[in-house]
C-alpha cells in the first residue's frame, strides 16, 4: 500500500475519471482524498455527469482513510481546485495531487514518495512533478533535475509549500517593482510572457490558479523537481478541457518507467530544459523528436503540424480525413496511422482507433505512444450492461452522430440538442444475456421527442398484433396495468370486455387524451407505482415501451413487484432477430434518442432466469401488411447488392422473375414484433 496521501481532483467526467481512478487504486493508498466541484447551472447535463463522476467513491475496495469534499455549486476552476488542495494539506503535511486527466503510471508514485522525504526539510524544493516534456533529451546525470517550470499533471508538495500560496497574487505588484522577476527570468521574450500571464490572472481575466502556484514558488526563491522520463501521461480531450488549450501540447505523452533514483550533484536550476520549455510553450510547435513534422520523406508534410493542430484543438473529425489522405499518399509510413488513432480515439470511435494502433504495432512494435494509447484504450471501462449490473459487455458498433441526427431530420424531428458534442454512439451487447444496449446512457428522449413523432399518423396505432395476441391471455376478472398505455385503446378494449384496467403514460397529451375516454391513466413511472400497487394486479404488460427504457432492470423488477403471485407479465418488443430490422438501414427509430435497447430471443428468455420469473409463451408476429412494401423493396435491394450477377443470371437462367423470388422470401420471414408472455412465481 501507498502511505503517502493522495488527492483526486475531478469534475464532471466520469469516464476519463475512471482512467486515472483505475492506477489509484493500483497503488492502494492508505490516505485517499477526492473533492469534487459543483455543477455549472448554465450546463443542463453538469448534476448527472458530476454525480455519475462521484460514484467513483464506491469502487474504492481497499482499506483506506477515504475523505470528500464534494460542492453543491460550482466554485469554477481556480477556487474550487486551490481550496481543495488546501483543505487537503489542512489533514497532510505532505501529499501527492492528480487531476481528472492524469493517469500516472507505474513510476509516479514510488518518485513522488522518495523525493518527499528526501526533501522534506528542504525549503527551497517546493514542487515535485511528474512530467517530463524534454522529448528525448537528458538533463544533467541524475534520475530528475531542478526547474522553475511546476508542470501539474501529476504532483506532489507539502502543507510547508503550499502554504506560501498566494493565490490571488497580492504579492505580484511589490515582487514586479523590486526587479525580481528580472533574477527569475533574464530573457526578455520569456519575461514578457509571463508578465502577461501573471497580469490577466491577477485581473480574473484567466480563472486559473497554476499561474498563481508558479508566481508563489518565483516569489519564494522555490524550485521545482522534473524527472528525466515521463511518469504520467495527461489525456486532456481538447474542447472539454478546464485548462488552456495551448496547455494540449503535452497530452498523450508516453508514460516510461524509472525504477532507481539517482540524486543529481548540484540543486540549480538547469537552464537548457528551462528554455526548451519555454520555446515549446511560447512556439506552440511540437519538436521533431516527437512527430514525424520534420520528416522529409512525408509527401503532403505542410498539412501535417495543421491536421496535430485539429486534433489538439478539439477537432478530430477535420484530423481523421486529412490524415487518411496522408496515410493513402504515404503508404509506407505506418506511423502517420497512430495520430489518426488518436483523433479516432477523441472522436469516441474506439473500434476504429484500435485498428488505427494494431496497423502502427503490426509494423513497429516498439512505437511508444502507440503502445500508450492502447494501454489507454484498454483502461477504459465497459459500462455496465443495465440488465444484469455486470460489466461483461463488449462494444459491437460504432454511430456516426451527423448520421443519426440527418435520419431523424426526415421525419422532419430535431434531434442536435439531444446529443450536444457527441460525435459518436457506442453499441454495447451484454455477454450474459445478448441484450444490446445504446451507450451514453443520458441520450433517451424525452417528451418533445415523442411529441414530435405522435404528428405521425402512423406513430400510435390503435390496434395491433401484439394487442390481440395479448387479449387472448387477458381474461374479464383481470386487474390490468398498461405500462406505457398511450391514448388508452387497448385499454378501452379490454374495459369493455368487462377487465379491471389501469395505465401509465408520462406523455402528457396521449395521457390527457387517454383520459377523456374515460379510463384510468396516471402520469407515473411503474417504478413509483409499484411503491403503493405491490402485488394489486394480475396481469401487468407493456407494449412496445422496453426498447426506450435506460434502467430496464429497475423497469421490470418494478413491474413483476406490482404483480400478485401467478400473474402474467406481458412484453412486446421490436424483434431484432428479424432481418427487417437487422438489414435495414434506415430503421433509425431503432436508433437513440428513440430506442436505448435492442431485444432478441435470447434476452427475452434470459428473463426468467435474471428475474425469478417463468416464461410461459414466445410468439413472432408475422409481416404485417404495411410493413409488406418497404421489406419487398429492401429484399430487391439486397438480392441485386449482395448477390450481383451471378444470382441476376440465375434468376434469367431459370426464368424466376426477381420479383417471385422476393414474394418467396417474404413468405416465410418474421415482422416486426415479438411478444412473450410470463408467469410470477
Not at 476504429?352 to 503490426?362: K, S, Y
Not at 435520419?407 to 457506442?426: I, M, P
Not at 421527442?449 to 381474461?475: F, G, N, T
Not at 409488406?628 to 424466376?656: F, I, N, P, Y
Request: charged share 25%; with cysteine; aromatic share 10%.
Amino acid at each position: 500500500m501507498l502511505d503517502v496521501p493522495v488527492l483526486f481532483l475531478v469534475f464532471n467526467r466520469p469516464d476519463l475519471s475512471e482512467l486515472a481512478f483505475n492506477e489509484i487504486r493500483a497503488a492502494k493508498p492508505r490516505q485517499l482524498f477526492i473533492a469534487a466541484d459543483g455543477p455549472r447551472p448554465e450546463c443542463l447535463e453538469d448534476p448527472d455527469l458530476c454525480r455519475r463522476t462521484r460514484m467513483i467513491t464506491d469502487r474504492v475496495d481497499w482499506e483506506c482513510d477515504l475523505k470528500t469534499l464534494f460542492r453543491e455549486t460550482n466554485q469554477g476552476c481556480k477556487n474550487a481546485i486551490a481550496s481543495a488542495i488546501s483543505w487537503f494539506f489542512d489533514e497532510v503535511d505532505q501529499g501527492i495531487i492528480l487531476e481528472d486527466d492524469c493517469v500516472p503510471g507505474d513510476s509516479f508514485f514510488h518518485f513522488c514518495r522518495e523525493l518527499l522525504s528526501f526533501y522534506k526539510d528542504t525549503p527551497e524544493v517546493m514542487h515535485i512533478s511528474g512530467n517530463n516534456y524534454q522529448f528525448g533529451a537528458q538533463r544533467g546525470q541524475g534520475s530528475y533535475f531542478f526547474t522553475k517550470y511546476n508542470h501539474i499533471h501529476g504532483w506532489a508538495t507539502w502543507r510547508r509549500a503550499w502554504r506560501l500560496m498566494d493565490l490571488d497574487m497580492d504579492g505580484f505588484p511589490d515582487f514586479e517593482a523590486a526587479g525580481n522577476i528580472q533574477t527569475v527570468i533574464p530573457g526578455d521574450k520569456e519575461r514578457a510572457h509571463w508578465l502577461r500571464c501573471f497580469t490577466q490572472c491577477r485581473s480574473g481575466e484567466i480563472d486559473n490558479w497554476d499561474y498563481a502556484w508558479t508566481f508563489s514558488i518565483w516569489r519564494n526563491g522555490g524550485l521545482a523537481i522534473q524527472p528525466n522520463r515521463n511518469l504520467v501521461t495527461n489525456i486532456d480531450y481538447g474542447t472539454e478541457a478546464t485548462h488552456t488549450q495551448k496547455d494540449s501540447l503535452f497530452c498523450n505523452v508516453g508514460v516510461e518507467r524509472l525504477d532507481v533514483i539517482e540524486h543529481p550533484e548540484t540543486m540549480a536550476v538547469n537552464g537548457p530544459a528551462d528554455r526548451y520549455n519555454f520555446e515549446l510553450l511560447a512556439s506552440g510547435k511540437f519538436p521533431p523528436s516527437r512527430t514525424m513534422a520534420s520528416d522529409p520523406s512525408i509527401h503532403g508534410l505542410s498539412t501535417l503540424n495543421q491536421v496535430l493542430a485539429d486534433i489538439n484543438a478539439g477537432r478530430p473529425e477535420a484530423a481523421v480525413s486529412e490524415f487518411e489522405n496522408l496515410i493513402r499518399d504515404n503508404p509506407d509510413q505506418p506511423e502517420l496511422h497512430y495520430p489518426r488513432a488518436l483523433a479516432l480515439f477523441r472522436m469516441g470511435a474506439q473500434k476504429a482507433a484500435r485498428r488505427a494502433v494494431e496497423t502502427v504495432l503490426g509494423n513497429i512494435p516498439g512505437h511508444p505512444k502507440a503502445r500508450q494509447l492502447a494501454a489507454m484504450m484498454d483502461a477504459v471501462p465497459l459500462p455496465e450492461s443495465p440488465l444484469t449490473g455486470s460489466a461483461n459487455t463488449v462494444l459491437v458498433d460504432e454511430l456516426d452522430v451527423q448520421r443519426i441526427i440527418r435520419a431523424y431530420q426526415g421525419l422532419q424531428v430535431d434531434v442536435r440538442d439531444t446529443f450536444k458534442d457527441l460525435r459518436v454512439v457506442h453499441l454495447y451487447e451484454c455477454g450474459d444475456t445478448d441484450f444490446r444496449f445504446y451507450h451514453p446512457f443520458w441520450l433517451a428522449g424525452g417528451g418533445e421527442l415523442y411529441e414530435a413523432l405522435e404528428k405521425h399518423s402512423w406513430y400510435y396505432m390503435p390496434w395491433k398484433w401484439e394487442h390481440r395476441i395479448a387479449s387472448d391471455v387477458i381474461h374479464p376478472r383481470d386487474r390490468l396495468l398498461e405500462v406505457g398505455s398511450a391514448r388508452g385503446d387497448f385499454l378501452k378494449a379490454m374495459m369493455q370486455k368487462g377487465v379491471s384496467c389501469r395505465g401509465l403514460e408520462i406523455n402528457t397529451a396521449a395521457g390527457t387524451s387517454a383520459r377523456e375516454k374515460g379510463i384510468d391513466v396516471r402520469a407515473e413511472s411503474i417504478e413509483a407505482h409499484a411503491l403503493h400497487h405491490e402485488g394489486d394486479y394480475t396481469v401487468v404488460c407493456a407494449f412496445q415501451v422496453l426498447e426506450h427504457i435506460v434502467d430496464v432492470r429497475s423497469f421490470l423488477e418494478a413491474a413483476i413487484r406490482s404483480l400478485t403471485a401467478g400473474g402474467r407479465l406481458i412484453l412486446s418488443v421490436p424483434n431484432n432477430d428479424a432481418f427487417m430490422l437487422r438489414r435495414d438501414p434506415v430503421q433509425i427509430l431503432n436508433r437513440p434518442p428513440h430506442h436505448m435497447g435492442l431485444w432478441n430471443t435470447r434476452s427475452l428468455v434470459s428473463l426468467g432466469r435474471l428475474f425469478g420469473i417463468t416464461l410461459e409463451s414466445i410468439a413472432y408476429e408475422p409481416l404485417q401488411p404495411y410493413h409488406m412494401a418497404h421489406s419487398r423493396s429492401l429484399v430487391k435491394r439486397l438480392l441485386v447488392q449482395k448477390g450481383g450477377a451471378e444470382a441476376t443470371q440465375w434468376m434469367k437462367d431459370c426464368r424466376v422473375p426477381l420479383g417471385t423470388v422476393t414474394n418467396i422470401l417474404l413468405s416465410e420471414m418474421p415482422g416486426h414484433t415479438t411478444l412473450a408472455v410470463y408467469l410470477k412465481n
